[in-house]
T-cell receptor
C-alpha cells in the first residue's frame, strides 16, 4: 500500500489558463473521489468514480471542471479558464467500495493569480 | 439534504485535559459516521468510524458513539497530548450513495 499520490503538490497559474491535476489511487481501490477544500472549511465533494465510470458529479461544479479516469486507474481533474475563486486545495481520495473509509492524498494546492 | 454540523473551534486545552468535540448529522436512512484528523502539513487520515447505531469507534485513545436518537457522533478523549493538536473533521457516508459529506472541521490546540 503506497497510498494515494497527487501531482503536482502546488500549482500557480494566471486567471484564464487551464490546469490539470493527476491522482494515483491505492492500486486495489475501485472508487476514486475528488474534493475541494478552502481555508477553514471541510472538504467539499466534487465527483467520484467507480472504476472508469463517473457515477456522480456535484451540482455545484461548473462546466469548466472535468474529470476522467481512463482504464479505472489514475484520474485527472482539469479546470478550464481558471478564476480566482478556484484557488483551493484539491484532494483526491480512494476507497475499496461500500461504506469503507476514504484514503486521502496530500492534495494539490492551486493558486490563481 | 444530508449534512454534518460540528462545533466551531479553535479548542484550546492543557495537556491531560478531557476533550469533547461535538458532531451532529442530518441524513436519510442509516449513514456510516467517521472522524478524520489532519495534522499540520499532512493529509486527512481516518481516526475512527462507526457503521450502525450504538456502535463505538475507537483509536489512539479517542472514542465516539453512534447515537441515532440524538443524531450525534461526539468525539472524546480522556487525556489529550500536545501531539493531538490537529484539525478534526466529522463526516458521514449516506446509505444509497457513496458520497462522503464533511463538517467544517474543529481545530484543537493542546498546550504543554
Amino acid at each position: 500500500d503506497t497510498g494515494v499520490s497527487q501531482d503536482p503538490r502546488h500549482k500557480i497559474t494566471k486567471r484564464g489558463q487551464n490546469v490539470t491535476f493527476r491522482c494515483d489511487p491505492i492500486s486495489e481501490h475501485n472508487r476514486l473521489y475528488w474534493y475541494r477544500q478552502t481555508l477553514g472549511q471541510g472538504p467539499e465533494f466534487l465527483t467520484y468514480f467507480q472504476n472508469e465510470a463517473q457515477l456522480e458529479k456535484s451540482r455545484l461544479l461548473s462546466d469548466r471542471f472535468s474529470a476522467e479516469r481512463p482504464k479505472g486507474s489514475f484520474s485527472t481533474l482539469e479546470i478550464q479558464r481558471t478564476e480566482q475563486g478556484d484557488s483551493a486545495m484539491y484532494l483526491c481520495a480512494s476507497s475499496s467500495g461500500g461504506m469503507e473509509s476514504l484514503h486521502f492524498g496530500n492534495g494539490t494546492r492551486l493558486t490563481v493569480t | 439534504g444530508d449534512s454534518v454540523t460540528q462545533m466551531e473551534g479553535p479548542v484550546t486545552l492543557s495537556e491531560e485535559a478531557f476533550l469533547t468535540i461535538n458532531c451532529t448529522y442530518t441524513a436519510t436512512g442509516y449513514p456510516s459516521l467517521f472522524w478524520y484528523v489532519q495534522y499540520p502539513g499532512e493529509g486527512l487520515q481516518l481516526l475512527l468510524k462507526a457503521t450502525k447505531a450504538d456502535d463505538k469507534g475507537s483509536n489512539k485513545g479517542f472514542e465516539a458513539t453512534y447515537r441515532k436518537e440524538t443524531t450525534s457522533f461526539h468525539l472524546e478523549k480522556g487525556s489529550v497530548q500536545v501531539s493531538d493538536s490537529a484539525v478534526y473533521f466529522c463526516a458521514l457516508s449516506a446509505s444509497g450513495t457513496y458520497k462522503y459529506i464533511f463538517g467544517t472541521g474543529t481545530r484543537l490546540k493542546v498546550l504543554a
